[in-house]
């Protein structure tokens, strides 16, 4: 499958960005869709995940204030971003796994995802 990131940018604390994941084929209860980061100098880490019967986790960083959804029709994967802080600067991935059934235990583990895309920058000015 292949996916396509877009909807980063600049934004000032506080503020809101919604990134969208495109995908060649239909992913809904299909793959385990997740979204990472990775901040200039840093790990790569993840965000919050979106699998089987919409069920979601969230990387306890972001809890409350980000957002992960899937529309089947569209094969698109989103992150609702709320409250933007300056340390969610970082470049997001969409990534996908076909380990479904592991989502709840492989999700915050990257090299249990088989697909990603190129990436999308977002950057929070105080």
């Given at each position: 499958v292949q996916l396509v990131e877009s909807g980063g940018g600049s934004v000032q604390s506080g503020g809101s960005l919604r990134l969208s994941c495109a995908a060649s084929e239909y992913t809904y209860s299909t793959y385990c869709m997740s979204w990472f980061r990775q901040a200039a100098g840093k790990e790569r880490e993840a965000v919050a995940t979106f699998y089987s019967d919409g069920l979601t986790t969230y990387a306890d960083s972001v809890k409350g204030r980000f957002t992960i959804s899937q529309d089947s029709a569209k094969n698109t994967l989103y992150l609702q971003m709320n409250s933007l802080k300056p340390e969610d600067t970082a470049?997001?991935?969409?990534?996908?796994?076909v380990s479904i059934y592991l989502c709840s235990v492989i999700w915050h583990r990257i090299k249990h995802f088989d697909y990603w895309g190129q990436g999308t920058q977002v950057t929070v000015s105080s």
């Open positions: 470049k997001y991935y969409c990534a996908a796994s």
